[in-house]
Structure formats: structure tokens, C-alpha cells
């Protein structure tokens, strides 16, 4: 199949050519096993960090590639397309964590954070979500109450991509009352009183390690506040919109991957005397799942190129993971059925693809909470 040409730019399109051939070398091969043993590969972070695919974003001055969004959601894409475990691993890491440090970090923050996190030997998260404070996320009730020069944190979080692994986490605990009491702190794994605690074992994104963190008289030195006390309100929601479109980036890499099954499948399976594909109710399903795609990809990278202008709405990052997600939602059914019984199977990953595409419209913020906040933000309510 030929791409349709966004015209995206010179860099941008070296941007996915590297990140398809590492891709299709390095962690196609590994998809099966990654899902049915629900493994991540961390070998893969140090050879992500040499291509420069986790400090897309940030300035050359701190090690980065100074790039912008654009290329970070191509490369998110072709990460998903062949993993879309890895993907949301990636996506946690490069823009939750290195890029939320990259933009509210002070000076010694990045010197000493983002060398280990970009060049892939470390790992980062971020942590927001609580069992009780999933789409209602100021309703945090993590504490962290001062204590000489340190902050002591008490209380969990949870639904944490990467916790397991995590070298460096983005974490938001509160510090006084309201949203106006929530302070962004960097915690370190190796801190006394922080642990995991229960892993969540999923129905897709299996691979992409998902658990709880515990803190227990966590005691975090001051310096490692990031961002103003009591600010840390307006650094999450600061991060929202990148964070968004970054990982629609993810739906596209998994609609894509279904068409790269299925288009082969219909062109060789025969029924009737003729290849499946020569049908037109078939050749109707490959044309609404090319639609979809592109569609969500034409919306996507104009928001990402929006955000890289500085021109960036609240609804339209909203508006480009919603569309991106609920079609590929449809894409992956589709692939499903495009396969009948074969696909229904484990011998074909379309059926991993539907499990994957599932999380997209839960996960960065359910579809409801994206479709209150669009109408919100267009009625001005």
C-alpha cells in the first residue's frame, strides 16, 4: 500500500524512516512474545536512546534532538504500528515523563535527570491517577507533608504505566486544599518508603507494565519539587494537551498495523473460486478502514503541528485522540471479522490489535471526559 503524503516535511519523514526500520528490526519480532508473556523488553530503551527517539522533544542543549511534536507522534506511530505495548511504554516515557521534566525542570533538574532518561538507561513514568481519583484527578489524596527540608509522601497511586520498571517518576501529590494544593514532585526508585505495590494485570497493552506505587513515609529532599509548590495543578493540566496528541499517535500505529494484516490476507485467502478481497462487501471494509485511518491521521498531525506553533486548542487535542481512538476501535473489529474464524484466533495478531485498541479509549482520559471537555470548551460553560 502506498502512504498518503501529509507532506509532513523532510524531518518528520526521516523521523519515521528510522523509527520504521528499528521498528520493523527490532520490535516487530519480539510482539508475540511481549503480549502472551506480558514482558517488557528493556534492552529495546538504550537502543530507542541511541536512534534519539526519547528526547525528540527536547532542546539539543539538554541532549536532545530539539525537534517538536510533529516527529514525536510519526515516531510514536511506527512504534505503536509494530508493538502497540511498547508504544504506550514509549509515549509514558518520552512525553509524560522527559518531556513534562524538559518543560517544567529547572536548570539542575535536567542536568540531572534527562542524560540517564534520554539516552534509554533509565526508564520514566508519570503518576497522577488513584483508585479513587481516576477521570476526577484532583480528588488526589496522596500526601506530602513537610518535614524540615524534605516533604514526607503518604498514599498510593494507581493505573501507572511503566511503574514497575521506572527509574524516574513524574509524581503529583498533594500539599494543601483544592486544586490550588498539588505539587509536582521527581521521585527516584530507589527512595526509602517508595515501593510497588499490586501489578495490574490487563486485557491488552500486555507488555506495557501497569501496577500501583505505594508510598510509605516516602521522604522526598525539597529540591526535587519541579515546578512551583502548590503549582503542580497547572503543571498536569499544562501537560495534558501534548500528552494527547502524542498518543493518538498510538491509534494510528495500530490502525495501520491492521490494514498491513489485512490487505495480504484478502488479496491470498480464497472462497468461492476467487480471492476474498475481489468482493465488494470486503473491498467496502479495506476502504472504511483506509478512511478511518487517514482521516484520524490528517486531524492528529494538524493538532501536533498546532502544538509545535504554540497554536494548540484544548478541544481539538481532545478531538484528535477521541477520533483516533474510537476508529481504531472500528479498525481493529474490522480486521477481526476481515479475517472470520482465523482472526478470532491466536495464530493472527489482529486479535491482539482489538485487545490493544481497546485501552485508547479509556486510558489518557476516558472518551466521555474527552467529549465533556470538547462541548465545555466550545459552549464556554
Same mark, same amino acid.
Given at each position: 500500500?502506498?502512504?498518503?503524503?501529509?507532506?509532513?516535511?523532510?524531518?518528520?519523514?526521516?523521523?519515521?524512516?528510522?523509527?520504521?526500520r528499528f521498528?520493523?528490526?527490532r520490535?516487530?519480532?519480539?510482539?508475540?512474545?511481549?503480549?502472551?508473556? $506480558?514482558w517488557?523488553?528493556?534492552?529495546?530503551w538504550?537502543e530507542?536512546?541511541?536512534?534519539?527517539?526519547?528526547?525528540?522533544?527536547?532542546?539539543e542543549?539538554?541532549?536532545?534532538?530539539?525537534?517538536?511534536?510533529?516527529?514525536?507522534v510519526?515516531?510514536?506511530?511506527?512504534?505503536?504500528?509494530?508493538?502497540a =505495548?511498547?508504544?504506550?511504554?514509549y509515549?509514558?516515557?518520552?512525553? %509524560?515523563?522527559?518531556?513534562?521534566?524538559?518543560? *517544567?525542570?529547572?536548570?539542575?533538574?535536567?542536568?540531572r535527570?534527562?542524560p540517564?532518561?534520554?539516552?534509554g538507561?533509565?526508564v520514566?513514568?508519570?503518576?497522577m =491517577?488513584?483508585?479513587?481519583?481516576?477521570?476526577? /484527578?484532583?480528588?488526589?489524596?496522596?500526601?506530602? $507533608?513537610?518535614?524540615? $527540608?524534605?516533604?514526607?509522601?503518604?498514599?498510593?497511586?494507581? *493505573?501507572?504505566?511503566?511503574?514497575a520498571?521506572?527509574?524516574?517518576?513524574v509524581?503529583?501529590?498533594r500539599?494543601?486544599d483544592?486544586?490550588?494544593?498539588?505539587?509536582?514532585?521527581?521521585?527516584?526508585?530507589?527512595?526509602?518508603?517508595f515501593?510497588?505495590?499490586?501489578?495490574?494485570?490487563?486485557?491488552?497493552?500486555?507488555?506495557?507494565?501497569? @501496577?500501583?506505587?505505594?508510598?510509605d $513515609?516516602?521522604?522526598?529532599?525539597?529540591e526535587?519539587?519541579?515546578?512551583?509548590?502548590?503549582?503542580?495543578?497547572?503543571?498536569?493540566?499544562?501537560g495534558?494537551?501534548?500528552?494527547r496528541?502524542v498518543l493518538a499517535?498510538?491509534q494510528?500505529? /495500530?490502525?495501520?498495523?491492521?490494514?498491513? /494484516?489485512?490487505?495480504?490476507?484478502?488479496?491470498e485467502?480464497?472462497?468461492?473460486?476467487?480471492?476474498?478481497?475481489?468482493?465488494?462487501l470486503?473491498?467496502?471494509?479495506?476502504?472504511?478502514?483506509?478512511?478511518?485511518?487517514?482521516?484520524?491521521?490528517?486531524y492528529?498531525?494538524?493538532?501536533?503541528?498546532?502544538?509545535?506553533?504554540g497554536r494548540?486548542?484544548?478541544?481539538?487535542?481532545?478531538?484528535?485522540?477521541?477520533?483516533?481512538?474510537?476508529?481504531?476501535?472500528? /479498525? @481493529?473489529?474490522?480486521?477481526?471479522?476481515a479475517?472470520?474464524?482465523?482472526?478470532?484466533?491466536?495464530? *493472527?495478531?489482529v486479535?491482539?490489535?482489538?485487545?490493544?485498541?481497546?485501552?485508547?479509549d479509556?486510558g @489518557?482520559?476516558?472518551?466521555?471526559?474527552?467529549?465533556?471537555?470538547?462541548?465545555?470548551? %466550545?459552549?464556554?460553560?
Amino acid at each position: 500500500m502506498t502512504d498518503f503524503d501529509f507532506v509532513l516535511g523532510e524531518t518528520a519523514d526521516m523521523i519515521r524512516d528510522s523509527s520504521r526500520r528499528f521498528a520493523n528490526d527490532r520490535i516487530a519480532p519480539l510482539a508475540a512474545r511481549i503480549d502472551a508473556e $506480558d514482558w517488557f523488553p528493556r534492552a529495546l530503551w538504550p537502543e530507542m536512546g541511541e536512534l534519539g527517539l526519547h528526547g525528540i522533544t527536547v532542546e539539543e542543549a539538554d541532549g536532545g534532538l530539539g525537534l517538536g511534536y510533529l516527529e514525536h507522534v510519526v515516531a510514536q506511530e511506527e512504534v505503536a504500528r509494530a508493538s502497540a =505495548s511498547i508504544g504506550l511504554s514509549y509515549g509514558a516515557h518520552s512525553n %509524560l515523563c522527559v518531556n513534562q521534566i524538559r518543560r *517544567w525542570g529547572n536548570a539542575e533538574q535536567k542536568a540531572r535527570y534527562l542524560p540517564k532518561l534520554i539516552s534509554g538507561e533509565y526508564v520514566g513514568s508519570l503518576a497522577m =491517577s488513584e483508585a479513587g481519583a481516576g477521570s476526577d /484527578v484532583m480528588a488526589m489524596k496522596l500526601r506530602a $507533608d513537610k518535614k524540615g $527540608d524534605r516533604y514526607v509522601l503518604n498514599g498510593t497511586k494507581y *493505573w501507572i504505566t511503566n511503574a514497575a520498571e521506572a527509574d524516574t517518576l513524574v509524581v503529583y501529590a498533594r500539599t494543601g486544599d483544592g486544586t490550588k494544593g498539588i505539587t509536582t514532585f521527581l521521585i527516584e526508585k530507589s527512595m526509602p518508603g517508595f515501593s510497588i505495590g499490586q501489578k495490574i494485570d490487563k486485557v491488552g497493552m500486555r507488555g506495557s507494565p501497569t @501496577a500501583e506505587l505505594v508510598f510509605d $513515609d516516602c521522604e522526598v529532599p525539597e529540591e526535587n519539587i519541579m515546578g512551583p509548590l502548590n503549582g503542580g495543578a497547572g503543571v498536569l493540566m499544562s501537560g495534558l494537551d501534548y500528552e494527547r496528541t502524542v498518543l493518538a499517535g498510538i491509534q494510528l500505529g /495500530v490502525m495501520q498495523a491492521c490494514l498491513d /494484516v489485512v490487505l495480504p490476507y484478502v488479496r491470498e485467502r480464497q472462497q468461492f473460486g476467487k480471492p476474498i478481497g475481489a468482493f465488494q462487501l470486503m473491498q467496502a471494509k479495506i476502504a472504511d478502514m483506509y478512511v478511518a485511518l487517514n482521516s484520524a491521521r490528517a486531524y492528529v498531525y494538524a493538532v501536533a503541528k498546532a502544538c509545535d506553533a504554540g497554536r494548540t486548542t484544548r478541544y481539538d487535542a481532545a478531538g484528535a485522540i477521541l477520533l483516533a481512538s474510537e476508529n481504531a476501535v472500528k /479498525v @481493529a473489529l474490522e480486521a477481526v471479522q476481515a479475517l472470520g474464524g482465523a482472526g478470532y484466533t491466536k495464530d *493472527w495478531p489482529v486479535e491482539r490489535f482489538m485487545r490493544d485498541a481497546k485501552l485508547l479509549d479509556i486510558g @489518557a482520559g476516558t472518551n466521555e471526559i474527552r467529549r465533556m471537555l470538547i462541548g465545555r470548551e %466550545l459552549v464556554g460553560a
